[in-house]
């Protein structure tokens, strides 16, 4: 079991004043404010620096630098948040699909969590960028299912599970999983991958996401979009670093480290650089 060491502030940055029961509506409200309250965010990886995942250095990073991070940090502190409120959860790992065809054999480099209520199995993931569920999945049905935002289905097939996100009218494949058990080696040498291989699609990237009641906000490099569920999403190229410093801070709620490299990374960005 992860141990927490600051919850109370955690708990506080949700809007909690007190810990809530290890409920359904408790893991729903839990998932919905942890990905409109925390970025998904991979300046470190632009910045070609390491990425610790061990929970202490987690915790530093985003309760008290006001940073973000991706699955293997957002995950793993909201796994640990959930197992101190009581919830039956534990990590399971992923395949990411989405931009190519569904039964593609990638790497497992995606982190979520499984929990069980009453007997009940649910996928609960906050950290999936700009296409993370915003509401936990019944695992062991293959209907539509409504979540904050966009509706969801998951497809059993073979042992796996594939996440589908309905999209403009056509179901996109996101990720598959299935339930192996895993152990703290193989989420480190998944992020080992993501955070330093040349083939990974973060390694000197920018991905930025934060969800909003009824939109999504991303960025990519230096394009900027906002997705709502009822009108053409709006886009953006920002032109210079000090607009993508600003957006980041005002529109993502991320403080940015004070790094000789920031400045730099930023700025080959807009230049379309690595």
Not at 212 to 241: C, M, V
Request: charged share 20%.
């Amino acid at each position: 079991m992860l141990q927490l060491t600051h919850s109370r502030l955690y708990l506080q940055h949700l809007g909690y004043d007190a810990p809530p029961p290890p409920t359904l509506q408790t893991l729903r409200d839990l998932q919905l404010r942890h990905v409109c309250r925390f970025a998904f965010e991979s300046l470190s990886t632009l910045m070609k620096l390491p990425v610790p995942i061990d929970l202490p250095s987690v915790e530093q990073k985003v309760l008290f630098e006001g940073r973000g991070g991706y699955c293997y940090e957002l995950n793993q502190m909201f796994l640990a948040l959930l197992q101190e409120l009581g919830f039956d959860a534990r990590g399971i790992t992923g395949r990411v699909v989405m931009g190519g065809p569904p039964d593609a054999r990638t790497a497992r480099t995606h982190r979520l969590s499984l929990v069980t209520l009453d007997g009940v199995r649910y996928m609960t993931d906050v950290g999936f960028g700009g296409m993370v569920p915003s509401s936990p999945l019944l695992l062991d049905t293959e209907a539509v299912q409504a979540t904050a935002h966009e509706p969801y289905r998951l497809t059993f097939n073979d042992g796996s599970y594939t996440l589908w996100a309905l999209v403009a009218g056509e179901w996109r494949g996101l990720y598959v999983f299935d339930l192996q058990v895993q152990a703290d080696i193989d989420y480190e040498i998944g992020n080992w991958y993501v955070s330093t291989h040349p083939g990974s699609p973060f390694l000197g990237q920018l991905k930025v996401a934060l969800l909003a009641p009824g939109r999504r906000h991303t960025l990519n490099n230096a394009d900027y979009a906002i997705h709502t569920l009822d009108r053409p999403s709006e886009k953006h190229r920002i032109d210079s670093a000090d607009e993508l410093s600003r957006v980041l801070h005002d529109t993502f709620g991320i403080r940015l480290p004070t790094h000789p490299q920031l400045r730099e990374a930023l700025e080959g960005l807009i230049l379309g650089r690595p």
